[in-house]
């Protein structure tokens, strides 16, 4: 989807250890298929037809050890993120400085 402002369906397919092709705008761009800390991709982002081709190519052509990485990459990023526990304490950390 183009420009989408978050992308959960990006996180869940991530999450469950899905190697994924995201559009590259918007929040899979800004938030969700970045880099691991230690610069392990976690996806691929892709924005034309011949660049999802590209990409879904790359996917398919992975060496099972570096679609392990990959995944493990995803899978960790997504989670460390993208849960209601961070969601939470961001929110509140947020929130609290709109009232102090």
């Known amino acids: 989807m183009w420009n989408e402002h978050f ?5 869940e397919m991530m999450a469950c250890g899905l190697v994924t092709v995201a559009h590259d705008s918007g ?3 800004l938030d969700i298929v ?3 800390t230690d610069g392990q991709a976690t996806g691929f982002l ?3 037809p011949t660049e999802y081709a ?4 790359r996917a398919f052509e992975l060496a099972d050890e570096d679609r392990a990485r990959l995944v493990q990459a ?3 990023s997504v989670s460390a993120r993208f849960t209601d526990a961070t969601f ?3 929110f509140l950390e ?3 400085a709109l009232v102090a």
């Open 74 to 76: 995803a899978q960790t």
């Open 7 to 11: 992308g959960i369906s990006v996180v």
């Open 27 to 29: 929040g899979p761009k």
């Open 54 to 57: 590209d990409a879904m190519a």
């Open 34 to 36: 970045t880099p691991a």
């Open 46 to 48: 892709a924005t034309t």
């Open 94 to 96: 947020l929130f609290d």
């Open 88 to 90: 939470s304490a961001r």
